[in-house]
């Protein structure tokens, strides 16, 4: 690598981050160099290093970077990720960005939340081309418990909370720790719900409006009732959802959706051909996917069992 080391492994959670440009940002572990931990990217002018353990914290007086997760990358270059900051004995977590090549502190534990408390801990960040940064976390305080979160500049706001109302009545009661974020600011989540028409749901807020994409016990596609969401969903540029959903009274038990205004599709479902003969036999314990501006779908699979052969495939559904 860089500097000297060889990668030794791809971080705590190992997902890569790809922009339009072709460029990948991804979190890493060295060994043999002068540093155990970093944030790499590769584009256009090849391999280099963006953040590496042990340098100093912009906004956290005497800390360093301990450790990085995995990076989210916009169109233009940057990056937001969540960092460990030691400051002499004590460990705290932060959110960063990397703008035009300079690092800065987006919020920390132990800051003050808008909605009052303190910020006690976050989930994943995501970035959009506008350079804001939208993030789950945990608040601590006679406050708002937990919430979504945007961060323009040094400005943190909360889009929702627990305890807000819900589009099909009810509150909020807890967040999915990831969330996803488009350019024109809408973020979707998934969130556990309390005294409302459905236990769990899909939802979108955008401009302090929060829409429903999907609930519980709804009906899905092709047969069956919702009756599990993935940990968290995806978004496109125009505003399509997709998620990966369990189904009750269906021949299908797992597949993934996606969702526009002008309707839902069922994309791919367990058992379906994947080619040369090979089927779909798992999404994993966790699904997950991921959704291309143009509402294109990536999913992992194990395509048959007796292989056991791990796959990630792509399909470009169309809806009318």
Known sequence: MPGGGTFSGFGRHPIPALNERGDVAFAAAIVGGRTVEGIFVRDARGLRPVVLTGR??????????????????????????????????????????????????????????????????????????????AFAAVVEGRAVPGGVFAADGATVRMLTGAGSETPIGGIFVKFSERIALNDAGAVAFTAVLKNAEAEQGVFVIRDEHVRKVIALGEPAPDGGTFSHFSLWPALAADGTVAFAAALDDSAVQVAVFMTSPRGMVRVVALGDEVGAGRRVGSLGLYPAVSLSPVGGVTFASTPGAETGTEGLFFVAPTLH
Do not use: C, W
């Not at 800065?104 to 939340?113: E, S, Y």
């Not at 303190?118 to 960040?125: D, E, L, R, Y």
């Open 56 to 133: 100093g914290a912009p906004g956290m007086a005497s800390g360093t970077i301990a450790a990085v997760d995995a990076p989210a990358l916009n169109d233009h270059g940057d990056l937001a990720f969540l960092a460990s900051v030691r400051r002499g004995r004590e460990t705290v977590e932060a959110v960063y960005t990397v703008i035009a090549g300079r690092l800065a502190k987006v919020v920390a534990q132990g800051d003050p939340a808008p909605a009052g408390g303190t910020f006690a801990g976050f989930g994943p960040p995501a970035i959009n081309n506008r350079r804001r940064v």
